[in-house]
């Protein structure tokens, strides 16, 4: 959930990494810190709050170093304080450390190190674990060094690694935590992810589990566990920095809601010929294959397992197989029915969310083919998977996703649609229907996005509200689903959603005078039952927002407010009806003052269980 980044060469370290820091951000960002081999040693400055803070707190310093490591933090060991901030040094002062991951084992080494060495913790961390470890193997290898401590590691793990008395090298390690390597002209970079560096290099290397790289300016060499060297192909960057820049745009998030229609035309058109044939090039799915598939298992966390909730009854409707939607960090503890006539599906934005990779794992094991639905190239979970089916969101940078769900929907629908006219059981007109209106969903997202202006007046009059409920039938309950969670994780409104139908059963007894309710209502074979169900809530004092299709005149009667979405098929709907949900949540958010596209105690890739 950290951000770590490093750079050895010619320039000042301090700026480039100040710079990479700030592009890492939305990975963490309750401390921040740097360590800079200068002149006169190690010099570490670190600050709780946000980069600025550290910013602040060195502006007025004459800091050089042509090489150093900096940190930007999600607190999972200690609380976020100066102190806990990385980096963390061994006791020499000589070795400095920054770490995004969980060491596991670390109270056990912690205890070790206080009995052998008699050494003093500075901080809560699990990390200082790490340093203190280099630093008592060390007796001037810092390689030699690493590579013991490593040994002793349980858990996951990106580290970057310096040490004054080598101000010639750059070391990092990997396992189960991202990293990579950017390979410049006379100086050479490590980070979590590529847009910390992309202003520098476009050349990289991806880093694989167990491997530790020592970097010169001039000189990178990657090992594996076993110390041998290793040959990596090196990966070019093709999309632009600009791509994760704001834009004008207030923040990322909402940027990122008008960057819609352009994401699900290119992940359409990346996988469908002139022909409106869909072409799933590189991934392995012959109709024998599809065949002799009898179950599909979607599993993925947070709003991507929203996605798959879609994508389960997409997939069953379309390809005509039963298909389970787990949440990744359940699915690996409930000993599921998978086998090798499983198709696994992992939904992941970020490709490193540790759940949903060590389900994906469990899944494996089990013999089961993997296939995952990823916007982050080259990512874990893309590398770990058999087969991958990219979304093409681009850079996804506000914590809250939005261009990544409504691509994830695409891909199910795409690999539903493939499946069922590969098996031969999906009608031609039904096929060549999902595709046309596949294909006009940018432009009635375009037109949602026209009605802005009214979703933000609606925004001004209910984001005083405390508790906000969703609900919605069939596809509209998952969609109500993902309006919550964008609701909570970005305005701190308590927000609950629930299948309409199910309201009764319980959660009606919390609906009162002045509770707002937000009905999706855009499933027209449910429309008179979801009428119903706004009746119930309003009888009860609740004030009614809901989504319709165009010229639904009977929700209008029933609701206080309505927010219409253009004309399309009922199967269509989650495509288009989250978009106003997107609209709605991010300006409840900005009445509310919140920080929208760092929420308070998220981070955008979850890589801790
Ligand atoms: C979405 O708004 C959330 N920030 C979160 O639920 C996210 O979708 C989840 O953590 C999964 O992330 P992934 O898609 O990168 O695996």
């Not at 093709?238 to 990122?256: N, R, S, V």
């Amino acid at each position: 959930m950290c951000g770590i980044v490093g750079y050895i060469g010619d320039e000042n370290a301090r700026d480039i990494i100040i710079d990479g820091l700030k592009r890492l951000e939305y990975r963490g960002y309750d401390s921040a810190g740097i360590a800079l081999c200068t002149e006169n040693g190690l010099v570490v400055r670190k600050r709780q709050g946000r980069i600025q803070n550290l910013e602040n707190m060195i502006a007025g310093e004459d800091l050089y170093a042509n090489l150093g490591i900096g940190h930007t933090r999600w607190a999972t060991h200690g609380a976020p304080s100066d102190r806990n901030a990385h980096p963390h040094c061994d006791r020499s002062g000589r070795i400095a450390v920054v770490h995004n991951g969980i060491i596991e084992n670390f109270m056990e080494l912690k205890e070790w190190l206080q009995k052998e060495y008699g050494i003093e913790f500075q901080s809560d961390t699990d990390t200082e674990v790490i340093a203190q470890l280099i630093g008592v193997f060390y007796s001037g290898d810092l390689e030699e060094a690493v590579f013991r401590a490593v040994e002793k590691l349980q858990g996951s793990y990106g580290l970057g690694i310096i040490c004054s008395e080598e101000p010639d090298k750059l070391i990092a390690v990997r396992r189960d935590s991202p990293l990579i390597v950017g390979l410049g002209e006379g100086c050479n970079f490590i980070a979590s992810d590529i847009p910390a560096i992309l202003r520098h290099v476009r050349k990289i290397y991806l880093i694989e589990n167990n491997e530790t790289v020592i970097l010169t300016k001039n000189d990178v060499k990657i090992y594996n566990a076993q110390r041998q060297e290793v040959h990596r192909e090196v990966f070019h960057v093709t999309w632009d920095a600009d791509a994760a820049e704001k834009e004008g745009y207030d923040h990322f998030m909402l940027k990122e809601i008008h960057e819609q229609p352009k994401g699900i035309l290119d992940t359409i058109r990346r996988r469908m010929d002139a022909d409106g044939k869909i072409v799933l090039d590189g991934i392995r799915m012959t109709k024998a294959e599809i065949e002799n598939f009898n179950k599909v298992y979607i599993v993925a966390c947070g709003t991507a397992y929203h996605a798959g909730l879609i994508g389960k009854t997409v997939i069953e409707k379309l390809a005509g197989i039963s298909v389970e939607v787990d949440i990744a960090s359940e699915f690996r503890y409930r000993e599921p029915f998978v086998d090798d006539r499983t198709l696994f599906i992992a939904i992941s934005q970020s490709g490193e969310t540790l759940d949903t990779l060590a389900a994906l794992r469990e899944a494996k094991r089990k013999g089961a083919r993997v296939l995952s639905v990823v916007n982050v190239v080259g990512s874990s979970v893309a590398r770990e998977s058999d087969d991958v089916f990219y979304t093409w969101a681009g850079p996804e940078i506000a914590v809250a996703s939005t261009k990544a769900y409504t691509t994830q929907l695409v891909c199910m629908y795409l690999i539903g649609l493939y499946m069922g006219r590969e098996k031969g059981t999906l009608p031609q007109d039904v096929y060549d229907r999902y595709i046309e209106e596949l294909l006009a969903v940018p432009e009635k997202i375009e037109k949602v996005l026209r009605q802005e202006k009214q979703i933000e007046n609606l925004a001004k009059k209910f984001y005083r509200r405390d508790n906000i409920f969703f609900i919605g039938r069939g596809m509209d309950s998952a969609v109500s689903y993902e309006g919550s969670l964008k609701l909570k994780e970005i305005s701190y409104i308590n927000s609950f959603a629930i299948a309409a139908g199910e309201l009764k059963h319980g959660t009606i007894a919390l609906i009162e005078e002045g509770t707002l309710v937000i009905a999706l209502a855009t499933q027209d074979r449910l429309l008179e039952k979801m009428i119903s169900n706004i009746q119930e809530v309003r009888a009860r004092g609740a004030d009614v927002l809901a989504i319709a299709k165009e010229n639904r005149t009977a929700v209008e009667q029933q609701a206080d407010d309505v927010i219409y979405i253009p004309e399309c098929m009922d199967e269509i709907t989650p495509l288009i009806s989250v978009v106003p949900l997107q609209i709605f949540a991010y300006y409840i958010a900005k009445q509310r003052g919140c920080d929208i596209d760092k929420p308070k105690n998220l981070a955008k890739s979850v890589t801790v269980e």
